[in-house]
């Protein structure tokens, strides 16, 4: 009867306690992860451009200049690529009439096009 209490307890040592405890270290991690990104979505100010960032915008500019520019990123629309060259469009969001935007297109990290539509 000692011999089965001991497995018993082994396997409560074994099994459920361990279970219990990822439980409720994953219920921790989640919570955490859910804090931290509301913490940094109220803390992170609304990225717009001005018709004075979409001007600085200069053709041969990279993609990491302007991005560091405007001060945040741009959200890639779109991609093709083609033998050795890649061309992408990047969107941001703009200061000024409802629905004003910026957008820019880049062939090898380059800027070679750019439009905006209501920015001030």
């Known amino acids: 009867m000692r011999m089965l209490f001991y497995i018993f307890l082994g396997f409560i040592g074994l099994f459920i306690v361990p279970a ?8 921790n991690a ?3 992860a859910a804090t931290k990104a509301n913490a940094k979505t109220a803390s992170a100010p609304s990225c717009v451009v001005n018709l004075d960032k979409f001007d600085a915008m200069k053709d041969g500019m990279s993609y990491f200049q302007i991005e560091r520019d405007i001060g945040c990123p741009g959200t890639k629309t779109s ?3 083609y033998g050795n060259t890649t061309t992408y469009m990047v969107a941001w969001k703009g ?4 629905g004003a935007n ?5 062939r090898n990290d380059k800027l070679v096009g750019k439009a905006q539509y209501g920015l001030q």
């Open 20 to 27: 219990l405890i990822g439980a409720q270290a994953g219920k």
């Open 30 to 32: 989640a919570q955490t």
């Open 79 to 81: 991609s093709a690529s």
């Open 95 to 98: 200061q000024g009439s409802y």
């Open 102 to 106: 910026m957008n820019a297109t880049f």
